[in-house]
């Protein structure tokens, strides 16, 4: 499977494609190969600020030019910080369709959902590389950025919970490094500059 089809509203469409996360969004969806990667490259200046969303659109994108490794490691890290927003945002304040807790969480689902079985199918075959990106995201998760930046207008739980939480989150994780199948593809991967 080369080609990601996903639509997660209002964030990502892969018609297109159309991408709304923010002010990175036309450097993802451009065609000009320079300006994409210098893009993705700028958003890594500020790795652990970028919302689950902005990560699963750049491992989407990653992955569509034919960069499938750092499009696992942007999808692995996307999936940590979906899994942080799920396990810290406080479930009693979501709200409902139209809150942006209620919303975000939903995306989070989607988006797993939608790229999962195209990055994991990829992903499983490079065992190697895989299992030093799944370390690399768990290091460099283990400590929760300030997520009320990241998600204005979204109730979390209270901060002191945050640490034993994300430690679940990098527990699991662990959990998939140990049972990482290993398969061959016949799908391979373009080196990106500076990554994977």
């Known amino acids: ?12 469409n892969s018609a297109g494609p159309r991408i709304d996360v923010g002010p ?10 320079k300006r994409f990667v210098a893009t993705i490259q700028q958003m890594k200046k500020q790795w652990l600020q970028r919302s689950f969303a902005e990560l699963y659109v750049g491992a989407i994108q990653l992955y569509d030019n034919g960069y499938r490794n750092e499009a696992s490691y942007w ?3 996307a999936q940590y910080a979906g899994r942080q927003f799920n396990a810290l945002v406080n479930q009693s304040k979501l709200g409902s369709i139209g809150d942006p807790g209620f919303e975000l969480l939903h ?9 999962g079985p195209y990055i994991n199918s990829f992903a499983f075959s490079q065992t190697a590389t895989t299992k030093a990106i799944l370390v690399r995201v768990r290091t460099e998760r283990a400590t929760v950025p300030d997520i009320r930046k990241m998600y204005p207008g ?5 901060p002191k919970k945050w640490a034993s ?8 994780l662990h959990e998939l490094e140990l049972q990482l199948p290993h398969r061959d593809s016949q799908l391979k991967s373009r080196p990106f500059p500076g990554g994977y």
Do not use: C, R, W
Request: net charge negative; proline share 2%.
């Open 107 to 115: 995306a989070q689902e989607a988006f797993f959902e939608l790229t």
């Open 154 to 158: 979204v109730a979390f739980v209270d």
């Open 1 to 12: 499977m080369a080609h990601i089809d996903a639509y997660v509203t209002p964030y990502y």
């Open 165 to 172: 939480l994300n430690a679940q989150i990098g527990s699991g």
């Open 75 to 77: 999808f692995y890290s």
């Open 24 to 33: 990175y969004s036309a450097g993802l969806a451009s065609k000009d190969t």
